[in-house]
């Protein structure tokens, strides 16, 4: 039964024949629709034949009486939904039949490119006519695989297809065009890894009802490398110069394509041929060859050959050797640079200082482009942003110089018309626009508007702001203004937490915390935390207001009360344990106390508009801070550290460790061109601080630090070419002084070691040490081991006891250090990042009187006697220590020498340390604090024996054994004791620190 007699219907046939149906998987669509047209009247003519109907054109003939359409039916969607389909027609309920109008919706579903067959069919009723449309859908790509894909990874080809805009992804539409396009991007692809033989098949699997799975057979072929790279006539500039220019595809070797070119080959890709090849031409006109011009490359393939170096097997693979010709020309010095059209800069000496090659110096063509940028940028903040600079060489061939005559169409200036903003739904624009350095009704100056931009990312209110991505500026040339806007993404303003970790200086610890650095989206920063651990305790409380009456004057307020040890033998140990980096008798040396402190700061800054602006940010402030702190000493020596420095004003001895009242006022500077708050990339900053206690108070010091830090963004090296990597570096100085007949108290002195400076040591622990003198009282005893009494008769008296003058040594801290860090960091995914190091640290005593002993730690040493020659019942000689008297022909018991200062130990003072290293650092979200784990080898380090001493004058021998003999009797018990005392107090001192470091911790150094 042919279609006209179903059901008894008048056929209206608009339907694609088989012919078409093939032809769209082969040609492209409009081709096949093209076909389509032709086809569709010869059909209609034979089946209108067929029927016998005498005017069986395309369609039949409308009736006598006007019909009208009925709701069109759709038939065959899968995907599309049947409203899309009716939203494309033309014909409506409702509205009179019209040949023309079925028409346009046929091409109108055609040309939508969803559909592989298109067919509508006219239904004839009393009441209307019924169009039905059947409809077959493009089949949809379920899975696309790759077979043989080795030199390039899944996201390396997704990345490319998105960049060519193939448009080929899981879920898509399937098209012929598309898996060719895909298939020449691919070729593209592996081509730049060296696989220019690759072939590519593909092949669709039909995947019941409507979908489609593609599989890219790839054979990718040899690796294709760069193999021999010579040049045809350059007499002045060899190879090896000419080959260092090419970036792409010049050998490594080692270093800088001397040796072994060979063994790193790297891959060829011709596209990048071309921008090599411009690389020499530019080589030529750096070094004066104006003129100089290369050929066309010559390539040629060939077998790899030889032995591989590794493997010690034959090479596999293909090299493709390049020669390159060459006409250098002359070299030509610069003559001149002119200019004219500069009606806006007259002074033509302005413009030339833009340009840093001098007459008469060979030219430099990269020195020249450079001086053409500048040039531009100094009339961009003369808002000149359209000015041209167009040279135009001469050359006096005679004296062989070139002239270059710089024709300067600098258009009008431009005024800012609008700033707008969008993204900021928290931060009001006055916020934004106070940062702004640029104004409305201003002339638009370019290099306050990047500079701008900088002082917003130094907020930390925004993600990071890229003036080329994030700015855009519509200028209206009639009216010579130029509209600004600019793109904000807002971080989140509250940041409600947990933190904690591990640290050098706080040891294990948990807290909480509460930060907005945006409140109510005026800018100002309110903070709360709290944090307890086995080293440090802490509550502080903190606001900034960052415009005071709206004025740039920034003021903050900070209450805290904190209770911290300062141990370093535990400062690691996240249980309490003890470093394993410290021996027993290097712990005892090290200072182990704790120090309480309550107290609050007030500071102001504010900025500098007009100093350094041309590049960056720069401020002013100073901040009051008054505490009051008590210190509370664990062992012997910090005891006597604390009690024989003089840093108390009236005040000695035991007395001196409570009640510390520090008031200090800190003037400030800092200046900024770092690209962010956090994490910077690119940029410098300097900071100097100078802390003055002394207005107040019962301390006097000051205490200067200066710190440089500069960031460079790592381009244009082939793994990475964004520059998101970043070598970075810090210097510091700082020294500490008191004053007013003080010195400076122990715990303001500079101690060096830790993750905050020199991280293969451990915290506080690479410093000074000092010689502290001490009164040790030792126990007489006989050769079975027992102690000598007082009196046999009466054990109560106790023991005899000789008093014996002792150094003990001690890490007491330095006056003055020197730190210097580099990192090459490179990041890994978000928040993680991988990083070499270097550190180097030197911490020492420049100033003697810095350790000026007290008065009542000096009496406490010299007001006593020592040495006990004879014991008569049960005391020394007639009942009192002998004194600088003569026993026997022996001259006996000793005064120490007063000592107005503690010495510092020799070989310990200023003795550099250096670190070399790397590490891993995560930022955690929940805790918010960066988890870093790192490796550090120590080749400079303090690995000394040093001798004891005896606090005793001169007229001592200088030997330890031959004072010690003179401190006891001359008997048994005295030479049995004696022995004991030498093995007590006459060993050398042996410090030792760690040659590497393993460790895990919670901070960053800069």
């Not at 093209?34 to 409308?62: D, E, K, Y």
């Not at 041209?388 to 710089?406: H, M, N, T």
């Not at 049960?874 to 000592?899: D, E, H, I, R």
Request: proline share 6%.
């Amino acid at each position: 039964m042919s279609p006209i007699s179903l059901m008894n219907q008048t056929h209206v046939a608009c339907d694609r024949p088989a012919v078409s149906r093939i032809l769209s998987r082969l040609l492209m669509p409009a081709a096949a629709a093209i076909l389509v047209a032709m086809a569709i009247p010869a059909a209609l003519a034979q089946t209108g034949a067929q029927a016998g109907s005498p005017t069986s054109n395309i369609f039949s003939p409308a009736p006598a009486t006007p019909q009208v359409l009925c709701q069109p039916q759709v038939i065959g969607n899968r995907r599309i939904p049947k409203e899309s389909v009716l939203a494309r027609l033309f014909s409506r309920q409702g509205d009179p039949y019209d040949q023309p109008t079925v028409e346009r919706d046929f091409n109108s579903l055609w040309n939508t490119g969803y559909f592989e067959n298109v067919r509508i069919e006219r239904v004839d009723s009393p009441a209307c006519i019924q169009l039905i449309v059947y409809v077959r859908e493009k089949p949809t790509i379920r899975e696309i695989n790759y077979k043989g894909l080795n030199a390039v990874s899944l996201s390396d080809v997704q990345e490319r297809f998105k960049k060519a805009k193939v448009g080929l992804t899981v879920e898509s539409q399937y098209d012929p065009t598309r898996i060719k396009r895909a298939e020449n991007t691919l070729k593209d692809l592996l081509s730049e890894h060296g696989h220019q033989f690759a072939t590519i098949k593909t092949e669709v699997k039909d995947i019941p009802p409507a979908a489609v799975a593609l599989t890219f057979t790839i054979k990718e072929g040899p690796t294709v490398k760069v193999g021999k790279i010579a040049f045809q006539g350059n007499n002045s500039l060899n190879d090896r110069t000419l080959r260092a220019a090419m970036k792409n595809l010049k050998p490594i070797g080692i270093p800088h394509s001397i040796i072994l070119e060979n063994l790193f080959a790297k891959t060829f890709d011709a596209s990048k041929l071309d921008e090599d090849t411009e690389r020499v031409r530019f080589a030529y006109r750096d070094r004066g060859y104006f003129k100089a011009q290369p050929s066309e490359p010559v390539t040629k393939v060939r077998d790899a050959g030889g032995l591989n170096f590794f493997t010690l097997r034959p090479s596999t693979g293909k090299r493709i050797d390049i020669l390159i010709p060459l006409e250098e020309g002359q070299r030509y010095r610069l003559g001149g640079i002119t200019f004219t059209g500069n009606k806006a800069v007259p002074n033509t000496r302005v413009l030339r200082a833009q340009f840093t090659q001098k007459d008469g110096e060979w030219f430099n063509a990269t020195m020249f482009g450079k001086g053409v940028d500048q040039l531009r940028k100094a009339y961009g903040e003369l808002g000149y942003i359209n000015m041209v600079g167009s040279p135009v060489p001469r050359f006096d061939e005679a004296k062989k110089l070139i002239f270059l005559d710089i024709d300067i169409d600098e258009g009008k200036p431009f005024y800012v018309s609008r700033i707008e903003f969008t993204g900021n739904t928290i931060t009001r624009d006055k916020v934004i626009r106070r940062e702004l350095l640029l104004e409305e009704g201003q002339v638009y100056n370019s290099r306050l508007w990047d500079l701008s931009i900088l002082r917003l990312n130094q907020l930390n209110y925004f993600d990071t702001l890229k003036a080329d991505q994030d700015s855009e500026s519509r200028q209206n040339a009639d009216d010579g203004t130029v509209d600004l806007l600019l793109k904000l993404k807002e971080k989140g303003k509250n940041s409600i937490g947990l933190n904690g970790g591990l640290s050098g200086l706080s040891g294990s610890f948990i807290g909480l915390n509460y930060q907005t650095n945006n409140f109510l989206g005026l800018g100002e920063t309110l903070s709360v935390n709290a944090n307890i651990g086995d080293l440090s305790r802490q509550l502080s409380f903190g606001f900034t207001e960052p415009y005071l009456r709206n004025k740039p004057i920034s003021v903050g307020l900070q209450v805290f009360s904190s209770k911290r040890d300062f141990n370093p033998s535990k400062s690691y140990g996240a249980t309490g344990s003890q470093s394993t980096n410290l021996t027993q008798a290097q712990q005892s040396q090290l200072q182990n106390y704790n120090e309480s402190q309550t107290g609050l700061t007030l500071s102001a800054s504010e900025p500098l508009r007009h100093l350094f602006s041309r590049s960056g940010v720069a401020r002013v402030g100073v901040s009051y801070s008054l505490s009051r702190s008590n210190i509370t000493t664990f062992n012997d020596n910090t005891r006597n550290v604390f009690q024989s420095l003089s840093f108390r004003s009236g005040i000695q001895g035991q007395n001196q460790l409570n009640g510390i009242i520090t008031s200090v006022i800190t003037p400030s500077f800092t200046f900024s061109t770092l690209d962010r708050a956090v994490g910077p990339h690119n940029g410098k900053d300097f900071n100097l601080a100078v802390q003055v206690a002394g207005a107040g108070g019962n301390i006097k010091y000051f205490q200067p630090v200066a710190s440089y830090r500069q960031f460079f963004p790592m381009k244009g090296l082939r793994v990475n070419r964004e520059g998101h990597n970043v070598l970075a570096y810090r210097i510091q100085l700082a020294h500490v002084e008191g004053f007013g007949g003080e010195v400076a108290p122990p715990f303001n002195r500079i101690y060096g070691g830790g993750e905050n400076d020199v991280r293969g040591f451990d915290i506080r622990a690479a410093s000074p040490y000092t010689f502290i003198p001490n009164r040790v009282l030792f126990t007489l005893t006989n050769p079975d081991g027992n102690p000598v009494p007082r009196d046999p008769t009466n054990p109560t008296l106790g023991n005899v006891q000789i008093p014996l003058p002792v150094y003990r040594l001690v890490a007491i801290g330095g006056d003055t250090s020197f730190t210097s860090n580099v990192e090459y960091r490179i990041p890994i995914v978000n928040q993680a990042t991988f990083a070499f190091f270097t550190d180097f640290g030197l911490v020492g005593d420049a100033l003697k009187s810095q350790l000026r002993e007290s008065v009542s730690g000096s009496d406490a040493v010299t007001s006593a006697s020592y040495g006990c020659p004879e014991i008569v019942n049960g005391a020394c000689s007639g009942g009192t220590t002998l004194v600088n008297q003569t026993v026997n022909g022996v001259k006996y018991g000793f005064n120490p020498a007063p000592l107005d200062h503690l010495q510092t130990v020799a070989h310990t003072n200023f003795v550099p340390r250096m670190s070399s290293g790397a590490y891993l650092s995560v930022v955690l979200p929940i805790v918010n604090a960066p988890f870093t784990i790192y490796y550090a080898y120590n080749p400079l380090r303090l690995y000394e024996n040093l001798p004891q001493k005896l606090a005793v004058p001169n007229t001592c021998s200088a030997t330890v054994t031959q004072c010690f003999q003179k401190f006891f009797p001359n008997d048994g018990a005295g030479q049995y004791s004696y022995q004991q005392a030498l093995q007590f107090y006459g060993a050398d001192y042996q410090l030792r620190e760690p040659r590497k470091t393993f460790r895990l911790t919670v901070s960053t150094t800069f």
